[in-house]
């Protein structure tokens, strides 16, 4: 090979997006941008409140002003911008259930003009899976229903309205993560649905966002039996190239799901995933939450390696290197947060009756309502998975909830949770106040698993303020 270690080193780091910890930009971040590095993913435990990811970004556009900066901001459940006080957008499964492909594009705007104020150009969403697996750990009320042509036609509009403000949309994750029971942060899930299932159901999102001219599409840490029967997707040049880029026609980026989750590194370890990645097809690797210097200089070193010795050809790291930055050409980042001033709150502009709308409600809850009695909101903490982290969710974010120790005598009781499988505590709580004489219905903030008398297909605060408005909950 005639291309020398430092040229190599220069195209491996330029199909790397990182995050990092703490909330100021590290030192190794500036100097990695001056040797080609592509991208940094922001997370929660990034954003501490508006005005310091304000400074974070125009810190971080000051050194490194062409870097992609990217996000998870589904909307919904998955927040980073919120991740202290919750989501002001609903997320997709009540955008699903409301079935307005308008509001649907008018949320995934409202999104991207808050990412582009704050300088951040590529947002990680939407997420197309199908969900027709109703105990998915991890997808769940991140999907816009359980119909590939229902999530299709919602995929596209969000990808649009994204899009329509100049800010990347990146759909996710291929060839789909909805059909598992296994969550890919744990584990490595599999999906065993017959060839054919899988074209008219897990890929139809994909084509609908391939069609609305999506930028990015997201790998899945998942084996799809039936394309690839050994390798996960992150790392299958069957799903990647004969599928995505061959089958699908798909010509943008292609980025990993998060390297350091079990399901992409848990037997390799990290650098040997982001080769795997690479060779399989990968055009930007997301190299995960917290990634440190040493582990970021382990995977360039792993990348670069490879390349040296031929498992990784040279032509398949330019041609990631050159899809990545035409993705910064295209979307390139201006706004507010490019210069380090904080950027404008967007209104949601959600008003409670349309939200309601979207509720699965039962006839207990009608019921509940007539009856008299002050009515109180107890929330339930449930355990979140790591897609979600810990932000600020349901009735407790929006200043709604009363503890279960202080429900005034003769209340009526909404016990809200989420996750509602059998042996959640809700039901315990649920019990214990019909047994004291509390009229109580149970409400689920998440994906319906069966039980509930109310479901809200979401946890974000806007909806939090919609079931108050609807249960006649004031805010305390």
């Not at 490595?188 to 999102?205: F, I, Q, W």
């Amino acid at each position: 090979m005639n291309t020398s270690r430092e040229a190599l080193r220069r195209l491996t780091v330029g199909t790397l997006m990182p995050g990092f910890v703490g909330t100021t930009v590290p030192a190794w971040i500036e100097r990695e941008y001056a040797a080609g590095l592509a991208s940094v993913c922001l997370y929660g435990a990034n954003v501490v409140d508006p005005d310091q990811l304000a400074q974070l970004c125009g810190s971080l556009r000051s050194v490194a002003p062409d870097v992609i900066v990217a996000v998870d901001e589904e909307g919904g459940d998955v927040t980073r911008l919120h991740y202290p006080t919750g989501s002001t957008q609903p997320g997709n499964a009540l955008l699903g259930r409301l079935d307005d492909t308008a509001l649907t594009r008018d949320s995934a705007a409202a999104i991207g003009r808050e990412l582009a104020a704050y300088g951040i150009n590529l947002d990680l969403a939407p997420v197309v899976d199908v969900n027709s697996a109703d105990e998915n750990p991890v997808i769940g009320v991140r999907s816009f229903g359980a119909e590939a042509a229902h999530v299709a036609r919602h995929s596209a509009a969000y990808v649009d309205g994204v899009q329509s403000v100049g800010v990347a949309a990146c759909a996710k994750h291929f060839p789909g993560h909805g059909d598992t029971v296994t969550d890919s942060h744990h584990a490595l899930p599999r999906v065993h649905a017959e060839a054919h299932v899988l074209d008219a159901r897990e890929l139809e999102p994909f084509r609908a966002a391939i069609e609305a001219r999506v930028a990015c599409i997201m790998t899945s840490h998942v084996v799809v039996s039936a394309i690839d029967a050994e390798r996960p997707a992150t790392f299958s040049p069957v799903v990647l190239g004969d599928v995505l880029r061959d089958r699908l026609g798909f010509e943008g980026v292609i980025v990993s799901d998060a390297l350091d989750m079990a399901g992409a590194s848990a037997e390799t370890g990290i650098p040997e995933a982001a080769v795997r990645a690479l060779v399989a097809g990968c055009d930007l690797l997301c190299v995960g939450s917290e990634t440190t210097e040493d582990c970021y200089l382990a995977v360039v070193e792993a990348v670069v390696r490879a390349a040296e010795s031929g498992r990784l050809p040279l032509e398949r790291l330019e041609e990631a290197a050159a899809r990545v930055v035409l993705l910064s050409q295209g979307f390139a980042a201006g706004g507010p947060g490019a210069h380090g001033r904080t950027a404008d709150v967007v209104e949601p502009g959600w008003s409670n009756g349309a939200l309601v709308g979207g509720f699965e409600v039962g006839d207990a809850v009608r019921t509940w309502l007539d009856a008299p009695g002050e009515a109180v909101i107890v929330q339930v903490a449930s355990d979140p998975n790591l897609a979600v982290g810990r932000v600020a969710w349901g009735p407790t974010a929006a200043g709604l909830t009363t503890p279960e120790g202080d429900v005034p005598e003769g209340a009526r009781v909404a016990v809200a949770g989420r996750g509602l499988a059998a042996g959640h505590p809700l039901w315990e709580v649920a019990d214990r106040l019909r047994t004291q004489g509390h009229p109580t219905i149970v409400v689920d903030c998440g994906w319906p698993r069966g039980g509930a008398d109310l479901v809200t297909f979401g946890g974000s605060v806007v909806v939090a303020q919609a079931l108050g408005h609807y249960l006649g909950v004031p805010a305390r």
